[in-house]
Structure formats: C-alpha cells, structure tokens
C-alpha cells in the first residue's frame, strides 16, 4: 500500500488514556490523563541555508515520511511513587521505530522496548539468528523490529505536574 491514510493513524494520535481512580460522583479531583499526539515531520530549508523542522498535523502519511509521537502525561491531583508509572507508546503497523529518537526530556526514566508479537520489554531486545557457521547466535534486534516503546518513570511524580515524551517513526 503506497499510502496510509489518517483514519488508521488518527486512532492512535487522538487516543487519549485515563489512567488511576476515577474521581468520585461528586468530587472535583482530577485524576491523571496520557494523551498520545502524531505530527509529520517536515524539514524546511530556510533563506539562509539552514534548516528547520516543522511540525503538521497529517492528513495523510506515504513511505518515507517521518511521525513525532508525542506521550503526553498529566498527574491531575494525584502522587505517584518512584517506579510506579509506566507509560507505552506503540510503534504502528506500516511503520518503524527510529533508533535513538525517544526522548524523555527532563524525565528520570528507564526506556525499553518490545519487539513484534512479545510482551517481554527491554533496554536491548535480542533475536537469534543463524550465523555463518549454522549456530544460533543471539545479537540486538534491529530497531524495525521494535512494536512499542515503555518509559519507567523513576522519580515520584507530584500533583499537578505534566511532561511529554517523544518519539519518531518512519512510514513504511
């Protein structure tokens, strides 16, 4: 397929997760919320010869074209300890991770990933493959192969406070 249309990504860009307790009937606690945002990357050359990347919201996605996946969190009213928050965030069909583009900002985290149809996460999936002698050996799994990504935020995480995550796929 040439093109990916934005009905398929848009079911992941516009997803929008609650996560915790959800506030009691008649409480105005705010509980906290992940949002997961996808924008086309679009490098512009500027008058002077540099260049500048610019962010779209996308109608339409073809092979080539690069997603910034933006992850982002908001604690509402709630405390959260050190190590208790994970965030994940998929790598679509039709697309693929691109090594050493997550980003976590000012976020304490660990980062992980999972490969294809696994649920195990992380920090250098592996595969095995056969080398030229005919023996299984195991060796990193390369980045098209990663299907989501999983931040563990290490430091708690106060009330009231949001942070984003990001990360870059290219359209297959």
């Known amino acids: 397929m040439s093109r990916i249309f934005v009905r398929y990504l848009l079911v992941l ?22 949002t997961l945002e996808g924008f086309l990357v ?39 300890p050190a190590d208790q928050l994970q965030l994940t965030g998929p790598v679509p069909d039709s697309t693929a991770y691109i090594a050493g583009s997550a980003d976590s900002g000012d976020v304490l985290a660990l980062l992980e990933f999972s490969l294809v149809e696994e649920e195990v996460f992380s920090e250098t999936p592996t595969i095995t493959v056969q080398n030229e ?10 980045p098209e192969l990663y299907d989501t990504l ?17 990360y870059r796929v290219t359209v297959r």
């Not at 929008?16 to 509980?31: D, K, N, R, T």
């Not at 002698?133 to 390369?142: F, K, R, S």
């Not at 430091?155 to 990001?166: S, Y």
């Open 13 to 34: 860009i516009g997803l929008v997760f609650f996560m915790g307790a959800v506030a009691q009937e008649g409480s105005e606690e705010v509980a906290p919320t992940v």
């Open 42 to 80: 679009e490098t512009v050359v500027l008058e002077d010869g540099s260049t500048e990347e610019r962010f779209v919201a996308a109608e339409e996605a073809e092979p080539g074209d690069v997603i910034e996946y933006r992850l982002q969190f908001a604690s509402g009213d709630s405390a959260i």
């Open 133 to 142: 002698a005919g023996e299984d050996v195991v060796v990193p799994a390369p």
């Open 150 to 166: 999983r931040w563990t935020v290490l430091d708690p995480i106060a009330p009231e406070t949001a942070f984003t995550l990001r």
